[in-house]
């Protein structure tokens, strides 16, 4: 059973950035993911990154300012956040996909982590 820890969340203001990263307990030959939570919403695809890191894909909203990047020889992805906003608030997961395949849908993500904190004043 492959397991995830994140790590990196914490308190700043608005316009800071934040560092994450997401640890796997064995080799991740497959696409990785971040996805998001906030309060009373649905869980969001915020970013992936495909095995060899060379292929990336964002959210909309956070296109320009977060970098998702990937470390196999430490089974590691990392997601670097700049320019936060308040609406970036939230529990921020990291997961393996099943396939490949670059995908943005949550139930195509088979492994999960606990989650890490975000959290972004005005």
């Known amino acids: 059973q492959m397991q995830l820890v994140e790590s990196g969340g914490g308190l700043v203001e608005a316009g800071e950035s934040l560092r994450l990263s997401c640890v796997a307990s064995g080799r991740t030959f497959t696409t990785m993911a971040w996805f998001r939570q906030a309060p009373g919403k649905e869980r969001e695809f915020v970013s992936a990154?495909?095995?060899?890191?060379?292929?990336?894909s964002y959210r909309d909203s956070v296109k320009g300012r977060f970098t998702m990047s990937r470390d196999n020889a430490k089974n590691t992805v990392y997601l670097e956040m700049n320019s936060l906003k308040p609406e970036d608030s939230a529990t921020y997961y990291c997961?393996?996909?099943?396939?490949?395949?670059?995908?943005?849908?949550?139930?195509?993500?088979?492994?999960w982590g606990q989650g890490t904190q975000v959290t972004v004043s005005s």
């Open positions: 997961a393996i996909a099943q396939g490949a395949a670059l995908t943005t849908r949550r139930d195509e993500y088979v492994y």
């Open positions: 990154i495909d095995l060899g890191g060379g292929t990336t």
